[in-house]
Structure formats: C-alpha cells, structure tokens
C-alpha cells in the first residue's frame, strides 16, 4: 500500500527520459501517493531538449500512472519539493559513483531543509549502465536503443539527431 499522504519528489534533466528514469519514477508511485517527477529548467545546462519538449515526453511517458505529475522546476531543489509539498526526494543509484555526487547533495539539502528527506532507489539491473548522455550518443550513431526508451522517445530522438 502506498503511503498516501506522502509527496514525493522525483527531479532530474530527463534530456530525454529513459526506462531507468521510468523505471525509478514507476517504483516510487507504488511506495508514495503522489509522485512529482520535477524537470530541471537549469539554463547552466545544454539541454538537446527544450523544458517544454522535456516535461511534454515525461507527461506522454508517465501517463499511465494517475499518482505522477509531471512540472518543470528551477532553482533550489530543496525549496521547489517544498513550494510542491513534498516531504521526500527520490533519487536513482546506477553505479557507486552516483552515490559519490548524490551523497554531499543530500547532505546540503538536508542542511538547508531537514524535513525533506532524500531517498535512494537502487537502479534495476537492467538499467544501471543507461543514461540519457549514453543513449543519445548511441542514437546519433545509429545505434538500437528500443531497448532503453519508450518508443516515442526514440522517435523524438531520431527526428532531433537526424539519425
Ligand atoms: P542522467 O543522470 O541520466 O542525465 P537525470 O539528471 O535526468 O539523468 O537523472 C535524474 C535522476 O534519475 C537521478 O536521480 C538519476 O540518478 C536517476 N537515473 C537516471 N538514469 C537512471 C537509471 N538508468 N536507473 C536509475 N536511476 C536513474
């Protein structure tokens, strides 16, 4: 049963998002009433995809599942998963090095909100070596990557890469 008065915040580039995203967005609406999957804005980044084509895939992507709201968010995380009433930030681990960038995030946001908690989920085997940086490169090779995206994603890819 989930926890249904909990809301749990679910951040990332999602440039474009994966089945490791999905999978780790899927997990955590099971565990928690409402899922917010938060698409960074952060305009420091060279994003492929625009905020809007971003939050437009992850809504398309997640429409499945009525608990998930899709909203893009800028600024500090910790005070975005506030102004959303979330009391839980989820994170997905693939490889130790996430935790070695993921850990001293935690900790400051905790500093700075101790209320919100962050969370880890560990990527499921099939997804610990995808990441949205890996399948575009394998994309504007040419690559398969049915395997790693919904369909729609890879077709947004493919149309955005030429491939
Ligand atoms: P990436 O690191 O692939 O650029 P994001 O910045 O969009 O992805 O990551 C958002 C969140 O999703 C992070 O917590 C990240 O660790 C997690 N995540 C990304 N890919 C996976 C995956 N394949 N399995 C589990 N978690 C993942």
Redesign the pocket.
Known sequence: MPTTDVVAY??????PI?Y??L??IERAAKLFGTVIVAV?TDAQKDHLFSTDERVALCREVCAHLPNVIVQPFAGLLVEAAHASGATVII????QPV?LSH?GPMAAMNHSLRPEIETMF?L??PA??Y????LIKWVCGMGGDISAHVPAVVGQRLREKLGA
């Open positions: 679910c951040p990332g580039s999602f440039d994966t490791g995203h999978d780790i960074a994170k997905g681990l693939r996430d993921e989920l990527a499921s997804y610990t995808v990441s949205s940086s």
